[in-house]
C-alpha cells in the first residue's frame, strides 16, 4: 500500500511535533517523534514495507509490533481524511 497526502492537507510544525489539519473535515492530528519520521516517508512516496522497517531500525520494533504500530497510524490518518490510500495498481483503498 502506497499513501498521497491530499491537497487540502495542511502541515505545520509546532516545536517538537507536527500538526495536520485538513481544511475539508476541519479536523487536526498532532505527530510525535515516530509519527513524524513515518510522516517524512509517507510524503517522500514510500509504502507499508518502507515503513515498518523504519520502526524496526528506529526504534528496535520487532516485525509484528511495526505491522500493527503502521496499520494503525496510516489507518487513523485516512479514516481523518488526512491521508488516501492506494494499492499497488494506484487503485484508491477504502
Known amino acids: ?15 517538537d511535533e507536527i500538526v ?7 479536523t487536526f492530528f498532532s505527530l510525535n517523534a515516530s509519527g513524524i ?6 510524503k517522500a512516496g ?9 520502526l524496526i531500525e528506529r526504534y528496535s520494533l520487532d516485525a509484528a509490533q511495526a505491522k500493527t504500530d503502521v496499520s494503525n497510524f ?3 490518518l485516512v479514516k481523518l ?9 494506484g487503485t ?3
Do not use: C, F
Open 74 to 76: 496510516v489507518g487513523e
Open 46 to 54: 514510500k509504502g507499508d514495507e518502507q515503513l515498518r522497517q523504519l
Open 37 to 42: 519520521a513515518l510522516w517524512a516517508e509517507i
Open 81 to 89: 481524511d488526512l491521508l488516501s490510500a492506494e494499492d499497488s495498481a
Open 20 to 26: 495536520l489539519l485538513s481544511l475539508q473535515r476541519e
Open 1 to 15: 500500500m502506497r499513501y498521497t497526502v491530499p491537497d487540502h492537507v495542511l502541515e505545520e510544525n509546532i516545536g
Open 92 to 94: 484508491a483503498a477504502p
